[in-house]
């Protein structure tokens, strides 16, 4: 009785180091992560409200189909993770940081770090993240 036991709880073991593992694999990692915001107000993101609050900002696995003239990696979906859950999505502009200058008014934020900004007229947040040689841009309105 006493194998059994052990028998039944090894295969416990490896059961969830196999199948325990991809979850935790999923999660968020540095390399995906793109940094901490706090949005002031709530906002639509992806055709959806998302409450105002402190999100983590994290890059999706979902593909983007590019627009004419544009490849895949200028624009990737990132998501607004609150309390470990997905709140919300939302594509966002990739530009190159030897490039930022020429596209975008104002001053980046800080290597590895995020920013938010109500745009003029206060329709749109704009929140400008930092992250491994790109910058990635996302335009909510305001709801």
Do not use: C
């Amino acid at each position: 009785m006493t194998r059994n036991v052990i028998g039944v709880v090894l295969a416990g073991a490896v059961a969830a180091a196999l199948f325990g593992q991809p979850a935790v694999i999923q999660a968020q990692t540095p390399s995906s992560t793109l940094g901490t915001v706090q949005l002031s107000r709530s906002v639509v993101a992806d055709g959806k409200p998302l409450a105002a609050g402190s999100y983590s900002l994290r890059l999706a696995t979902d593909s983007v189909t590019p627009v004419t003239g544009q490849g895949a990696e200028n624009a990737k979906w990132v998501e607004f993770v609150q309390g470990g859950q997905v709140k919300g999505r939302e594509l966002s502009s990739v530009i190159l940081s030897t490039e930022v200058k020429e596209a975008i008014k104002g001053t980046p934020p800080a290597a590895n770090s995020a920013k938010v900004e109500l745009l003029s007229g206060g329709e749109y947040l704009r929140i400008w993240a930092n992250r491994g040689g790109n910058h990635y841009l996302i335009h909510l309105p305001v709801g």
